[in-house]
């Protein structure tokens, strides 16, 4: 059974700093490409950002510089560390596992970015 499991969420100010987390279970973890998605009240899910398994990142404009992604095979666990956060991040998280027709999703994580 897959299992994507996100944490790390929570209540943040403005330029405060949060890191996700998602554990996964029940693939290989090293042939997945990993993934951070975010959905904020209606509107549409989006990307943040993407590790390939060779570890090429790719970056939503709106995170580049702000925010980093990264992944320890020895844990399975993929990391969004996230700085200089704005209200305008405010979003349900989500991680994706993805490898050839295989594609996973997490129950997704709540971050809130206020004063």
């Known amino acids: 059974q897959v299992q994507l499991v996100e944490s790390g969420g929570g209540l943040v100010q403005p330029g405060g700093s949060l890191t996700l987390s998602c554990a996964a279970s029940g693939i290989l973890f090293s042939l997945y490409a990993m993934g951070w998605y975010r959905q904020a009240p209606g509107k549409q899910r989006e990307l943040v950002a993407t590790?390939?398994?060779?570890?090429?990142?790719n970056y939503a404009d709106s995170v580049k510089g702000r925010f980093t992604i990264s992944r320890d095979i020895a844990k399975n666990t993929v990391y969004l560390q996230m700085n200089s956060l704005k209200p305008e991040d405010t979003a349900v998280y989500y991680c994706?596992?993805?490898?050839?027709?295989?594609?996973?999703w997490g129950q997704g994580t709540q971050v809130t970015v206020s004063s």
């Open positions: 994706n596992a993805k490898w050839a027709h295989y594609n996973y």
């Open positions: 590790v390939t398994s060779g570890g090429s990142t």
